[in-house]
């Protein structure tokens, strides 16, 4: 079995930088994937990481540490449209394990 | 490209009945994976299919199963609904299932148990 764990909530206001950290014990890594869930829609992918360090992409930025079991992602330049939740997935032995997600909350 | 569609997109049954839910993957996708969400348990991988072979289960009961046709299309069925089985059910597709290979998430379809 496997832990992701990450925070239930997070506010930010408009133009702030917010920074989801997203934890996680398991065996057989093959990567981690970050999605992005709005109320009542599907999941939207975002990011993949499977070797450390960062990955950009646009006002989007995933890290992970694999010794660390550990990654975050980086949303810069906030805006209204980026309240949603958060979900880190893990893959591993060729399942995709999801996290409780992170209610992202923008004020303005 | 069209995406993932699931049909149908909500669904009302009662205790006991059974449920046929559909998923037709982006054209050229042959990995379909199914999930459930919930509001209590986020969500949970339900199987995997690939060229018509199971290659993943999650921890589900045997009311819950599924299958894939040539065409790549899936299927899942739950039989002997209980209140529980309400939930978000979502279909994700991708080109094969390899650890690299990003899953694209379909809209879903919300069954509700009375």
């Known amino acids: 079995g496997q832990n992701i764990d990450q925070p239930t909530e997070m506010t930010a206001t408009e133009g702030a930088i917010v920074q989801i950290n997203c934890t996680y014990q398991?065996?057989?890594?093959?990567?981690l994937f970050w999605y992005q869930q709005h109320a009542g829609e599907a999941p939207t992918f975002l990011s993949y990481?499977?070797?450390?360090g960062l990955e950009e992409k646009g006002r989007f930025s995933s890290f992970l540490s694999r010794s660390k079991g550990y990654s975050y992602l980086l949303l810069k330049e906030l805006q209204m449209k980026d309240s949603a939740s958060y979900l880190c997935?893990?893959?591993?032995?060729?399942?995709?394990?999801f996290g409780a997600g992170t209610q992202v909350v923008v004020t303005p | 490209k069209a995406g993932v569609t699931q049909t149908p997109r909500y669904l009302i049954k009662t205790r006991g009945q059974q449920v046929t839910l559909s998923c037709s993957p982006i054209s050229g996708h042959r990995s379909v994976s199914w999930y459930q969400q919930t509001p209590g348990q986020g969500l949970q991988f339900l199987f995997e299919y690939f060229s018509e072979t199971q290659r993943n289960k999650g921890n589900f009961p045997g009311r819950f199963s599924g299958r894939q046709f040539s065409n790549s299309r899936s299927e899942m069925n739950v039989s002997t609904l209980e209140l529980g089985d309400s939930a978000l059910y979502l279909c994700a597709s991708s080109l094969i299932p390899e650890s690299t290979d990003t899953q694209y998430f379909g809209p879903g379809t919300r069954l509700t148990v009375l």
């Open positions: 398991t065996s057989g890594f093959n990567g």
């Open positions: 997935a893990v893959r591993s032995w060729g399942k995709l394990q």
């Open positions: 990481n499977v070797l450390d």
